[in-house]
């Protein structure tokens, strides 16, 4: 990601880190209230200049996303996120073709990854699966909610042994922004881990035509709840109805 300083090189380069970031915290890797890593840590991590994360950092405190404190408990905070949610409610509810669209991509390359990993999956990867599901069973908020989800994704998407798959589903999820403060928590847990379970039976017993069909029916499970979030206030929203997965 590093990139000369100056020009239009530098532009992309901040660029790259914004979306970087954004994404994080859309997929839950970074909750609200969550610290970021020190700043030298983290451009290292991202493989950029101080300068370079510097000015990504401003551009997504003026997006609402970040917010810097200083003192002994200084450094830089997730926010409540309240102020880009909700624009990126709103720009999902003017274009939603563009939710549509990156839906039916999740689709796409996640059935793909549960075939796959269907055919190349080890016991470690199943081991991570239920690990998942474990971690998901006693998360105590929606930031654990969500991050074990991303890890239970992230597993089945390791064990298709595709770096290009896993690096699509990946980008994928941070489009998504999931909320889940704004959906039937309590319901939304019992359905999700039920859906994972299916994922992972059906991958488990190298049933790939199973498993596809279960990562596809997790995935229009998410599309249900958002239609009805992107049409109804929040307070007004009941769970969705969803066919069971064959």
């Known amino acids: 990601m590093a990139m000369a300083a100056g020009g ?6 901040v660029q790259a880190v914004v979306d970087h970031l954004r994404a994080s915290v859309h997929r839950g890797d970074y909750g ?18 101080r300068m370079t994360l510097r000015q990504a950092i401003r551009i997504l405190v003026d997006l609402g996303y970040l917010t810097s404190r200083r003192g002994a408990h200084g450094g830089t905070y997730v926010t409540a996120l309240e102020q880009p949610y909700r624009q990126w409610l709103q720009a999902m509810r003017e274009d939603q073709d563009k939710l549509e669209d990156i839906l039916e991509y999740r689709i796409a390359t996640e059935r793909r ?3 796959l990993a269907s055919r190349r999956r080890t ?8 690990r998942a599901i474990d971690v998901m069973a006693v998360a105590r908020d929606r930031l654990g909610f969500r991050q074990s989800d991303s890890l239970f ?3 089945v998407a390791a064990a298709s042994r595709s770096q ?12 998504l922004f999931m909320q889940t403060d704004h959906l ?5 847990v019992e359905e999700t881990m039920e859906q994972h379970r299916r994922i992972l039976e059906a991958i488990e017993a190298r049933d790939e035509d199973a498993a596809a069909a279960a990562a596809e029916a997790h995935l229009e499970a998410t599309r249900c709840e958002l239609q009805r979030l992107l049409s109804e206030p929040a307070e007004t929203l009941t769970g969705c109805e969803h066919e069971p997965t064959r």
């Open 8 to 13: 239009p090189n530098q532009v992309s380069a």
């Open 153 to 155: 994704h992230r597993a």
């Open 113 to 115: 990854a549960a075939k």
């Open 164 to 175: 290009r798959l896993s690096a699509a589903i990946e980008t994928a999820r941070g489009e």
């Open 184 to 188: 039937i928590y309590a319901e939304l």
């Open 123 to 130: 016991a470690d990867d199943l081991s991570e699966m239920r």
């Open 32 to 49: 609200s209230g969550a610290k970021l890593p020190p700043e030298r840590d983290l451009a290292g991590e991202l493989n950029v200049s």
